[in-house]
């Protein structure tokens, strides 16, 4: 198993390809319904274990386009750039501001993270009328009880839930009947209870990681959105159709409301509603209300079997360049192949490398390039005599 530019953009035209697969699947709401949420939510981890998870493997086969790759190939890591006294190369720079960029962005979320946390604690005396009785009603309908605090908080105007660690309602400050407290609370209750929160907070962590990738803010958008719709389809299991559409109209109406008042934005929150895009919540009304027939067992497995083997024989082949040397290069006058290398390697205690040949002094090369000569018939022999001659 080895880690090389050629994986690793391999890797991102893969993951990038599957995510965009997922997108163009989920926009069909029947599908989410009828393939389910949970096992849609397990292709985006694919994609994200893809992007991560970059090595070639022994079964990995090398997939050559030297039309497409190797100009690019070239200029991005072979062609020195003289910023430094060795030399570097487009690649290394890349590498470097990925991780310095990526760095400040893991830092500024934490800070953003920490202190609205602070911020938020600042109203946790400020209660809500029956909120508390409303909350332990819901806490009383799941099997594993969590400790959640909800409260009045003025400086949002939709219902948030919030925490990794410790868990809060955020309530906007207005007045509520019970039964719209109740989808309230039971709405952002129900988020914690499927560890939505935990979701966000590592797909943010990976957006902050891969910023470079554009696929990451697909896959963070498209996350949100089924995130809710998983909360939905799991508050209104066991609705009727008449308490299906009091629940929505919970939604419509804090919607009418937000347009009114400012919002605390949050990293990582989860709300009832949180975009003001129509679309958005059509997709939501749209799949609580309709109904239509989950696909048969079978079907549900050939797609997730579709989906692991894509995920498998990504890693069955890597891109690469291909150079053909020309033939006068290669090609002596008597037919011979040359340079002709005679003489062998020394391989000292420090894993260093040095070519010895008759009438020349031992001379240093690169690992790969022992493992190339090695290849052709060229000896290694382990000794530290060139070593005990250096010092």
């Known amino acids: 198993m080895s880690f090389t530019v050629f994986s690793f953009a391999t890797s991102w035209l893969f993951s990038t390809l599957i995510l965009l697969a997922v997108h163009f699947l989920r926009r069909n709401s029947h599908f989410i319904k009828g393939f389910g949420v949970k096992p849609l939510l397990l292709c985006y981890i694919a994609c994200l274990l893809r992007i991560i998870f970059v090595p070639e493997f022994s079964f990995t086969k090398k997939w050559e386009l030297p ?10 890591y072979l062609r020195p750039i003289q910023l430094t006294s060795t030399g570097t190369s487009y690649f290394r720079i890349f590498l470097c501001v990925w991780w310095a960029v990526a760095l400040l962005f893991v830092f500024i979320f934490s800070i953003q993270y920490i202190v609205g946390m602070k911020r938020v604690k600042r109203y946790a005396a400020n209660s809500c009328p029956g909120a508390q009785e409303v909350l332990c009603q819901v806490q009383a309908e799941y099997v594993r009880k969590m400790n959640v605090k909800v409260f009045v908080c003025p400086e949002t105007n939709t219902p948030l ?10 309530l906007p400050n207005s007045r509520y009947s019970r039964q719209e407290l109740y989808h309230m609370i039971k709405h952002e209750y129900t988020h914690f209870y499927n560890r939505d929160l935990a979701v966000k907070f590592l797909v943010m962590l990976f957006c902050c990681a891969f910023w470079w990738n554009p696929a990451v803010y697909l896959l963070w958008r ?9 909360c939905d389809l799991t ?9 299906k559409k009091a629940y929505l109209s919970v939604i419509v109406a804090l919607l009418k409301d937000q347009e009114t008042k400012s919002r605390m934005k949050f990293p990582t929150s989860v ?24 696909l048969k067992r079978w079907q549900r497995l050939l797609i997730s079997s579709m989906c692991l083997s894509l995920f498998v024989l990504s890693y069955a082949v890597v891109i690469q360049p291909r150079y053909e040397p020309p033939e006068e290069e290669i090609i002596s006058e008597n037919g011979l192949i040359y340079p002709e290398v005679t003489g062998y390697i020394v391989k000292n205690a420090e894993g260093e490398h040095f070519m ?6 031992p001379y240093p090369i690169k690992r790969e390039a022992a493992e190339l000569l090695a290849s052709t018939g060229i000896k290694i022999e382990e000794s530290d005599e060139y070593e005990s001659k250096r010092k």
């Open 67 to 76: 039309n497409l790759t190797n100009d690019f190939f070239n200029v991005l």
């Open 161 to 170: 839930g919030i925490g990794i660690l410790s868990k809060y309602i955020l």
């Open 222 to 230: 498209d996350i949100s959105q089924i995130l809710e719709i998983k």
């Open 235 to 243: 508050v209104t299991k066991h609705y009727s159709i008449h308490q």
């Open 271 to 294: 709300g009832l509603i949180k975009r003001k895009r129509r679309s958005v919540f059509a997709e939501r009304f749209r799949i609580v209300l309709d109904a239509p027939e989950r």
């Open 356 to 361: 010895c040949e008759p009438g020349e002094r």
